[in-house]
């Protein structure tokens, strides 16, 4: 009867030991580490980057089809380029994603693809805030346009009652409706994508600072201390080894 054991003191024995285990795969960069680098299901930056990927395709798409409606648009108001560089962002994501994750925020290569990563992305937001300016200006445009049919060519005019107003001429445009009504629809749906291309590239800013910071703020001093405390075991065990052949 002495001899028994407690089931509630086998239990409590089994959950102090999780606890422990917990807090040694904690301290260094286990499981719990990766449970900590993981937003929203995914683990980071798997979401932000698969989002900004699909978004620079759509971006970069409604571009070429502007471009299909008439060879004369500008560059500023078919901004294939935003959409080509956000791709380049999703795919620097990618690569962060596929890195060994370390706790040693030293690792160089995983710091330098963490510094481009921040900073693709806050070129992202700003370049999404260009195109937003530029496709709300051509928005607005666009509706006060009054346009006639020359040839191939579509010529449109914000005064047709002024001689000398600014006229804006669409080559390749054999029905000017194209001009008038689907080109601001391909205005709006890029503010659109655009605008959540910028919220994207916000989130992703955000949470690779905060990843950043909160590895340096708490998981490095800990793996100092058990570097540090294992050294001390360590040369403790070798002095008493020492100790014990000089005497015998």
């Not at 690792?107 to 805030?129: D, N, R, W």
């Not at 001429?169 to 205005?187: K, Q, W």
């Amino acid at each position: 009867m002495g001899s028994g054991t407690s089931p509630m003191g086998s239990a409590g024995g089994g959950s102090a030991n999780a606890s422990k285990e917990k807090k040694g795969r904690a301290e260094t960069g286990g499981p719990v580490l990766e449970e900590a680098q993981k937003c929203c299901g995914c683990r980071f930056p798997l979401l932000v980057a698969l989002l900004q990927l699909l978004l620079g395709i759509a971006v970069a798409a409604v571009a070429f089809l502007m471009v299909a409606i008439s060879s004369s648009l500008l560059a500023r108001e078919t901004p294939h380029w935003a959409g080509i560089i956000m791709i380049v962002v999703s795919l620097l994501g990618f690569i962060l994603f596929c890195i060994t994750r370390v706790p040693d925020e030293r690792a160089s290569a995983q710091f330098i693809v963490k510094l481009l990563y921040f900073f693709l992305c806050t070129m992202g937001l700003v370049i999404s805030a260009v195109v937003i300016t530029f496709q709300c200006y051509h928005y607005a445009l666009t509706y006060s346009y009054s346009c006639k049919e020359m040839g191939e060519h579509c010529m449109c005019t914000l005064d047709p009652e002024d001689p000398i107003a600014r006229t804006f001429s669409y080559s390749g445009v054999t029905d000017c409706s194209a001009i008038v009504s689907t080109l601001p629809m391909y205005y709006l749906l890029q503010m659109v994508l655009n605008l959540a291309q910028a919220i994207v590239c916000l989130v992703g800013a955000f949470l690779i600072w905060k990843h950043r910071s909160a590895k340096v703020s708490m998981i490095t001093p800990k793996m100092r201390f058990n570097t540090m405390m294992m050294t001390m075991k360590k040369n403790k065990r070798s002095y008493t080894t020492r100790a014990g052949n000089m005497g015998s």
